[in-house]
Structure formats: structure tokens, C-alpha cells
């Protein structure tokens, strides 16, 4: 539901940072983050706390892509794109927060109120900070407030500079008139026939369903079941190890912090999503030895298991030939795997899944598993995960969100980054829910290894469809989009004359 409000956030911020500013959609976000908590935190029961949770998740869908256009619109070109990663990093440093927190109150009375009430703190810092900041100069410009425009710009560029970034506005603001014939209401038909704002909608919205289709947000969501599901039995041991991949998903974004106006949007993409293949043809590997060498089934011969063997091992035909996947699988009723007391890669008891039974499993000393089977290689579905943070991270957790804040015409740049941003959230949602469901239709290593084939066609298409933006003022980057043509080799500098340029639509 969180989700499903973050969708609604991101399209309504849109409209509200075209038609009132920047500013006000974040103020909004602010209020909304702090009734959210709010709600949740006094909340007598499931119905109470959902409301609360579609209210948090409005702010953050808000927040989402009007923080990082707010920062974009109000900085120097050379260090936007460290800015906007400034963001990205506070955003994952935050996560990592969270998890130590929650960890703090797991002994405090009432553990889950304070663990999400106290989101209402940041909302009510943000919020009285935001009320001494400016609005953004680009979006006073473009509603004919020129002088506190300039004020603005004033503050943020050397007096060499300032001229030319009026001047660009102003050409800017000429060029839409031009080719619009006004520069009033915009129409969803009219983004799809201005050439500029197509050609930046394709790349930007691609980039945010590739961000979500290559799995990262089941990486995050779902680090403590993968490494379940890796044959890591223990739910503790488990939740321990998914803090790894936070950690490695805030210190990625400090790398993107380094790199992203050095090496550039594009190349960092691209070496992005090329890592993020590498290792989820790991991740596949492992899961695919860990559900082809799981231990055999022997019959139950443990006393206090023998009258709960799995119904469907008692009556299957080719019973002898069972394994721990196999006992996994059944689901009338579902059935768990005793492992053996000696060697967890012994043949194991497969009896029906129960607290009840679990708790005996466990007081012989004997393993329980229910998502994963015992595996010797099990522990580098870790590695796996921490390989992809790394790659993931530096790239592709940060390139989506600064393209879509500086790659559209000022005219456009709300509407479009909350499309953009309605697409991220709903990509993330369609993602996460239905990732469970796929590792049981499918199975784990063919599900990764479909993630994989989109990160390859997300490879293929920043090539194709992405353009440079490093170091270009916001302006310069409309009229690039004008004349856009595709740079193949993204390692060459745009100076290099023989590159094969091809025009596209």
C-alpha cells in the first residue's frame, strides 16, 4: 500500500511542481510523510495502519522526483550530478539507518509504534529547513518572476556566468513558444509531439524501468528470504546478513557521489547494468547448484515427527527419489525439511510445516528449512548480492533519477519527471510482488537469470536511447536533444570524429 501511494505521490507531484513550485511539493510531502507516521504510530489495527502507510507512501512518491529536480534546477552544472547523488546517498545511508534503529526499539515497549513513528521526526526537520529555502530560480523564471530569478541565480553562479544562463532561460522559454505556439497548459499529446521532450521521455522513463526491472528492489525487500532461499536456515542469521547489502547500497552511493561527474551519466550506466549482469549470472549458478544438489528424503523415523510426514512424500510413487526441493514444493499442506543432526548435506526427514513441529525439528539440534535447502555453497548467494549492491549502486541507483531531473525542457520538467516517477514506483511494485510468486512458478536461478537478460537489453538501450548530460547547463541540453544523435562508443569522447553517428526518431 505504501507503494500504491507512492505511485499516486509521484503522478500528483507532477502537476503540483508545475503549478505551484517546487517548494510546495516538497512542504506537501513533508505534511503528508508526518500524518502518515503519525497515523501509524496510534494505529489500534491492520486498517488503521494501512491508512497510515498509503499516506507515507504518498510523501514519498512526492519526494521522489521532486527532491531531486528541486536540486538539480538549483545547482552549478559542474557538481549537479554530485548533488543529485548527494540525495540518492542520503536516501540509502537513510535505509541503513532505519535497520539500526528498528534494531534499538526491538527491546523498548511497544516496539513498532516507535519504530514507525518516529519517521514523523525527519518530516518536522525537513519541513521548518524547507521554509528558509528559495524557491527554484529555473521554475520563477518560467512564470515571469525574472528579477528573483536572477537574485537566485545570482547567489549560485559568478557574475561572468549569470548572463549566459539568463540568456539560455530566456531562449529556453523562446524556443517552447515557438514550437508549441504558447506556453500555457500542456497536453499529454502535445509531450509525445515535441521531438525534445519524446526523445527525453523514451530515455528517461526507460531508465527508471530498467532501475526496477534488473531486481533491485527485490534484492532489498527480500535479502533476508534469498539468502533463505540460499539454504541459510537461521531467520536471525539471515536478517544480519541482508544488513550487508544496506550497508554496500549507501557506500555505492558515495562511490556514485566520486564518479558521476567525472566519468559521466551514460558510461556509468552502462558499466552499471554490464556488473549487475555479471552477478546475477552468479546468483543464478548458485541457486541453480544449491536446487540440483539438495539433500535426499529418507523416511521419518524420528518418534515425535513419524505420524506428520508430508502427505504428499507418503503418497508420491517415485518417493525414493525425493529431495529437500522436492519437499519444499509440496503445498497440500505445505511441508518443511529436518535436517540431519550430523551433517545438514545428510538425508534429511520431510514432515508437514508447523511451529509445532519446527520447535521439535529444532530441540534434537536438527536444522529446519521451509524456503531453501541445506547447501555447502549457499554462503555466496551472499557474495552474489553484495557483487550486484556494487555494481548496482554506484549506476544505475543514481543515473535514472539525475537524468529525469535535467534532461526535459523547463516547459515540461514537472509533468515529465512525475511520469517518469509514476513509472519507477509502479515498476517497483509490479517487481516486488510478484518476485515470491516467479522463484515458485519458475524457480530461483531462471528467475535471476530473466533479471539478467533484462539488464543486457538495459545495456542495449542505454547505448541506443541515452544521452551525455555531464557538465551541460540544463538549456544546453534541450538543444542537444534537438540534434540528437546516437553515440555509440560511450568511451570515446564526443571529439573523436570517426565515431558512427545514427539519427533516431
Known amino acids: 500500500m505504501a507503494l500504491a501511494g507512492a505511485i499516486v505521490g509521484a503522478a500528483i507531484g507532477g502537476w503540483l511542481n508545475d503549478r505551484y513550485g517546487r517548494k510546495p511539493a516538497l512542504l506537501i510531502g513533508d505534511v503528508s510523510f508526518f500524518i502518515g507516521a503519525v497515523i501509524m504510530a496510534a494505529a489500534n489495527g491492520p486498517p488503521l495502519l494501512i491508512v497510515g502507510r498509503i499516506f ?31 540525495n540518492s ?58 528579477e528573483e530569478a536572477k537574485a537566485l541565480l545570482a547567489k549560485i553562479y559568478p557574475a561572468h556566468q549569470l548572463e549566459t544562463e539568463m540568456q539560455d532561460l ?26 525534445t521532450v519524446r526523445r527525453g521521455l523514451i530515455a528517461g522513463v526507460g531508465l527508471q524501468i530498467f532501475q526496477q526491472f ?3 528492489n527485490t534484492v532489498m525487500y527480500y535479502s533476508p528470504t534469498i539468502i533463505q532461499l540460499a539454504g541459510i536456515a537461521s531467520n536471525q542469521t539471515a536478517l544480519l546478513l541482508s544488513l550487508v547489502t544496506s550497508g554496500l547500497n549507501a557506500a555505492g552511493s558515495i562511490v556514485s557521489i566520486y564518479l558521476i561527474d567525472r566519468t559521466g551519466r551514460r558510461k556509468l550506466a552502462i558499466v ?54 522436492d519437499c519444499l514444493a509440496a503445498s497440500s499442506p505445505t511441508c518443511g525439511f529436518c535436517a540431519s543432526a550430523t551433517d545438514k548435506l545428510l538425508p534429511g526427514e520431510c514432515v508437514i510445516s508447523n511451529d509445532t513441529l519446527k520447535d521439535i525439528c529444532q ?17 555466496l548467494a551472499l557474495c552474489g548480492l553484495a557483487l550486484y549492491i556494487i555494481f548496482f549502486s554506484p549506476g544505475m541507483g543514481s543515473v535514472p533519477w539525475l537524468v529525469n531531473s535535467e534532461i526535459y525542457p523547463l516547459r515540461y520538467r514537472g509533468i515529465c519527471g512525475g511520469i517518469a516517477a509514476t513509472v ?31 539488464a543486457v537489453i538495459g545495456v542495449v538501450f542505454v547505448l541506443i536511447c541515452v544521452p551525455e548530460t555531464k557538465g551541460l547547463p540544463i538549456e544546453e541540453i534541450e538543444k542537444m536533444l534537438e540534434n540528437r544523435a546516437i553515440h555509440l562508443k560511450f568511451w570515446k569522447k564526443r571529439s573523436d570524429n570517426s565515431e558512427k553517428n545514427i539519427e533516431i526518431p
Open 424 to 454: 519507477n514506483w509502479s515498476s517497483n511494485l509490479v517487481v516486488s510482488q510478484s518476485f515470491l510468486s516467479l522463484t515458485k512458478a519458475i524457480g530461483t536461478p531462471w528467475t535471476f537469470l530473466m533479471f539478467g537478460v533484462i
Open 214 to 216: 534488473v531486481g533491485i
Open 89 to 146: 546517498f542520503l536516501i540509502t545511508g537513510g535505509q541503513f539507518l532505519s535497520y539500526l534503529i528498528n534494531l534499538a526499539f526491538t527491546e523498548a515497549p511497544g516496539t513498532w509504534r516507535w519504530m514507525l513513528g518516529v519517521a514523523a521526526v525527519p518530516a518536522v526537520v525537513q519541513f521548518v529547513l524547507m521554509m528558509y529555502l528559495p524557491e527554484s530560480p529555473r521554475w520563477l523564471y518560467r512564470k515571469g518572476r525574472v
Open 56 to 86: 507515507v507512501g504518498f510523501g514519498v512518491g512526492m519526494a521522489s522526483m521532486t527532491s531531486p529536480l528541486y536540486i538539480s534546477e538549483t545547482s552549478p552544472a559542474k557538481i549537479r550530478g554530485a548533488l543529485v547523488s548527494t
Open 170 to 195: 530566456h531562449d529556453s522559454v523562446e524556443a517552447e513558444i515557438k514550437e508549441t505556439g504558447s506556453a500555457g497548459k500542456i497536453t499529454y499529446k502535445e509531450l509525445w509531439r515535441t521531438k
Open 272 to 325: 552499471s547494468l554490464s556488473g549487475v549482469v555479471i552477478a546475477l549470472a552468479v546468483l543464478c549458478g548458485i541457486f541453480y547448484h544449491t536446487t540440483t544438489h539438495s539433500p535426499e528424503v529418507t523416511p521419518t523415523i524420528t518418534s515425535n515427527l513419524q505420524d506428520y510426514t508430508c502427505p504428499d512424500y507418503s503418497s508420491a510413487a517415485n518417493a525414493n527419489s525425493w529431495h529437500c526441493m
Open 363 to 379: 530441540g534434537d539440534d536438527r536444522l529446519w528449512y521451509t524456503r531453501g535447502c541445506p547447501s555447502k555453497t549457499g554462503w
